[in-house]
């Protein structure tokens, strides 16, 4: 993302590392820009146990990327 957007950035999902990175992927595939917060850290750290991994949008793209998210959480439920 471009650096003068990060002041409206809106987080639209957190857990753990993998599931930030499927739902940024998911995100991805609309074609909506999305970054991870805290997930470079943790990786190195405890990839397998990390939890409190954060996907933020551009506020422009919040809308969008909630049916996205909400659609993911639909389908961990349901397994």
């Known amino acids: 993302m471009m650096e003068e957007d ?3 950035l809106k987080k639209v999902y957190t857990g753990s590392l993998w599931q930030a990175e499927m739902v940024k ?3 991805g595939n609309s ?3 999305s970054s991870i917060k805290d997930g470079g850290v943790v990786n190195v750290v405890l990839p397998e146990t990390a939890i409190g991994v954060t996907v933020l949008v551009a506020e422009k793209d919040y809308g969008p990327a909630m049916e996205i998210v909400r659609e993911f959480e639909q389908t961990q439920q349901e397994e």
Request: glycine share 0%; charged share 35%; aromatic share 0%.
């Open 6 to 8: 990060k002041s409206k």
């Open 25 to 27: 992927s998911l995100l």
């Open 31 to 33: 074609n909506i820009e």
